[in-house]
């Protein structure tokens, strides 16, 4: 499928950078997996702290800094993302757009360390649960949607070739 996955990083180090084709991959992957079989695109920012501190607390309230934020841009309930309304694709691009993810490296590297794993393993497994959430997946409200959501987060991992837990 033709999705296009937009991701940068800012305010990051050099040394603290992620793996942008990981990244990427991880998109792509849970994209396939959702059955996700028109054109889509992604906006991924990888930043520090600081701003995703800020960003937080712009848009939910939180004054603290966070792992990963999800602005969907349509509202979706899995698997009901494939009934769309009029005007769903950007008239510029032919695309879906699906919404922004943003990701604090040094979060991951933090997680990472503390949860005795590497760095990839926490940046795919922050991006695959990040593309749940704007494909309409939650984890917040009910059981049965976080069981829903951790069957997904496994099973896409799983094909990304990356242990989920």
């Known amino acids: 499928m033709n999705h ?3 991701a940068r990083h800012s305010g990051v180090a050099a040394a603290d950078r992620l ?3 990981l990244i990427k991959h991880c998109v792509k992957t849970a994209l ?5 079989d028109k054109p889509c695109e992604v906006s991924l ?6 701003t995703i501190s ?3 607390n712009e848009y939910r309230g939180v004054e603290s800094p966070t792992d990963v934020l999800s602005f969907p841009m349509l509202v979706f ?3 009901g993302w494939t009934v769309l309304g009029p005007g769903a694709k950007d008239p510029e691009t032919g695309l879906i757009p ?3 993810i943003i990701l604090s490296a040094e979060s991951v590297k933090r997680q990472a360390k503390e949860y005795g794993h590497t760095s990839e393993r926490e940046t795919a497994y922050l991006t695959v649960h990040s593309v749940l959430h704007l494909l309409g997946y939650d984890h917040t409200d009910e059981a049965d949607g976080k069981k829903r959501m951790r069957e997904r987060e496994e099973k896409i991992m799983e094909e990304i ?3 989920a837990i």
């Open 77 to 79: 309930d899995p698997p």
């Open 19 to 21: 793996r942008i084709p």
């Open 54 to 56: 800020w960003m937080n």
């Open 45 to 50: 920012l990888v930043t520090d702290d600081e």
């Open 32 to 36: 396939r997996l959702e059955k996700v």
């Open 4 to 6: 296009k996955i937009y």
């Open 161 to 163: 070739g990356i242990e």
């Open 98 to 100: 699906l919404g922004e």
